[in-house]
């Protein structure tokens, strides 16, 4: 169970670094982010 629990952490660590360092991954994620929410709210 400890296991699935560092997979899961590691993987979120390393999808957020990979998130959020600048790049084309980074302009997707906040081009996407106000696509979407422009309509709500």
Known sequence: ???????????SVLGFASGTSPGPLLAVTISETLHTASGKG
């Open 1 to 11: 169970m400890l296991d699935l629990i560092e997979f899961l952490f590691l993987g």
